[in-house]
Nanobody
Framework: QVELVESGGGSVQAGGFLRLSCAASGDTYSNDCMGWYRQAPGEEREGVAT???????SYADSVKGRFSISQDIAKNTLYLQMNSLKPEDTAMYYC?????????????WGQGTQVTVSS
């Protein structure tokens, strides 16, 4: 079992920045990829960024060049640096952990942290 706890969400004006953190605990060795996902009201959850155990990253087109995913393996912590935020980035952001196959297949989810961007 893996527990994921997000932090760092909040309210910011357009053009601002936030840094999300996700602390992982438990059987973290059983997962070799992690990611950030988001869900806006009335919409489906979508992938934002993923990173595997070798540090390879992938991003949704909508956040490329603005968001950066990273991890501190020693601290079992995942990060999402979000710059140049837009109102359309407003959503609940979830940390996730899983196993890399063709994609990062998610097995565990955090409880989410709210990000609100005002125009």
């Amino acid at each position: 079992q893996v527990e994921l706890v997000e932090s760092g969400g909040g309210s910011v004006q357009a053009g601002g920045f936030l840094r999300l953190s996700c602390a992982a605990s438990g059987d973290t060795y059983s997962n070799d990829c992690m990611g950030w996902y988001r869900q806006a009201p009335g919409e489906e959850r979508e992938g934002v960024a993923t990173i595997d155990s070798d540090g390879r990253t992938s991003y949704a087109d909508s956040v490329k060049g603005r968001f950066s995913i990273s991890q501190d393996i020693a601290k079992n912590t995942l990060y999402l640096q979000m710059n140049s935020l837009k109102p359309e980035d407003t959503a609940m952001y979830y940390c996730a952990a899983g196993v890399m196959t063709a994609i990062c297949t998610i097995h565990y989810w955090g409880q989410g942290t709210q990000v609100t961007v005002s125009s």
